[in-house]
């Protein structure tokens, strides 16, 4: 249950995320905090890309279908160990929505977790994004509302004409802003701490407006722009690059340093068919192909020899094969 805010009555003048247009001194009361996560609901492995980096390389990225793996640098394909997601943990109190990121490790210069990580929910399960958690790593480990940015799509174009698939209607992305800084209505609304390796997000479950959801996690150092969803409608794939060696657009181009999830189903039951989806539906195995009868000599049938069609014939199970008599045996 997220902890009230006894003793924690004003919190420091923070900065604006990146989105926004600048900081703000402000005192900042705060009435519920979040707490501890507690024991996930929904966990969801993410590919380790760590294993293939050495050969600046990843598997399982998928332009078309806006699953990014690729936490490299534009062309030069150097590995940053903070954008990539090695496991997401979807979870819930009273009050909020907690989203817990693995990641592989912090940044390599600053040694903290400093890309900007985020959360996608899907309300109303069409394959489009309605709101979006955006917060810049700051290696703050206790909750705090500096760098957050809570987003929707008031217009329902996120994703372009088709949702999940790449087209040249790109929209206008998220296009209203719920959370940050400089929009405090109210200021509980969604948070940020890191423990370790992990990336600790919360937002007021009034804010996601629905119990049911699809969410896709975010690491993200390259564009982390809100306007620009879905990243596979506002770039081409010749733009994109690619993260595969044997894909003729490597390497990775202007979507670079960033892993993103599937559509995780939180509170549903997936059918499989879902574009982009973390669950596929897998083909009814067909039955086994049963093994064919094995031929045998046909026994005499009394003073029949099985020499000809017609003793074959008259032999109960025996059947002519134009030279001689058999029977079949399973």
């Excluded at 006894?6 to 001194?25: F, K, L, R, T």
């Excluded at 903290?112 to 309300?123: P, R, V």
């Excluded at 600790?200 to 896709?216: C, D, H, M, T």
Aim: aromatic share 10%; proline share 8%; with cysteine.
């Amino acid at each position: 249950m997220a902890a009230p805010a006894a003793a924690q009555n004003a919190q420091p003048a923070v900065e604006a995320p990146a989105a926004d247009s600048g900081p703000a001194s402000v005192a900042i009361t705060h009435q519920t905090i979040p707490g501890n996560p507690g024991s996930p609901e929904v966990t969801h492995d993410e590919i380790d890309t760590s294993n293939t980096a050495g050969q600046k390389l990843a598997l399982g990225d998928s332009f078309r279908l806006g699953t990014f793996e690729r936490p490299f640098t534009a062309g030069t394909m150097d590995y940053y160990g903070e954008n990539d997601l090695i496991e997401v943990k979807i979870s819930k109190d009273d009050d909020f929505y907690y989203i817990v990121l693995e990641i592989y490790g912090p940044n390599k210069d600053t040694g903290i977790l400093s890309a900007t990580y985020g959360a996608e929910f899907d309300t109303d399960y069409d394959g489009r994004g309605d709101i979006l958690l955006f917060a810049k790593g700051n290696g703050s480990t206790e909750w705090t509302i500096d760098g957050v940015a809570v987003y929707a799509d008031t217009d329902e174009n996120v994703g372009g004409s088709r949702p999940v698939v790449p087209d040249t209607n790109d929209g206008d992305g998220y296009d209203q802003t719920l959370f940050s800084i400089n929009d405090l209505n109210d200021p509980d609304a969604a948070w940020q701490k890191a423990d370790g390796d992990e990336v600790y997000l919360a937002i007021k479950r009034s804010l996601v407006g629905n119990s049911r959801f699809y969410l896709r996690a975010w690491a993200d150092s390259g564009l982390a722009d809100p306007t620009k969803f879905d990243y596979n409608d506002a770039f081409s794939e010749e733009q994109a690059g690619s993260a595969t060696k044997t894909n003729s657009l490597y390497p990775v181009g202007q979507l670079n340093l960033m892993d993103s999830s599937c559509w995780i189903a939180y509170n549903l039951e997936p059918t499989g068919n879902e574009l982009g989806g973390c669950y596929q539906l897998q083909p009814t195995p067909l039955p086994p192909t049963p093994k064919p009868p094995t031929p045998v000599p046909c026994p005499s049938c009394g003073n029949c020899s099985g020499l000809s069609q017609a003793c074959c014939n008259k032999c109960p199970g025996c059947q002519w094969y134009g030279t001689y008599c058999a029977q079949y045996i399973g």
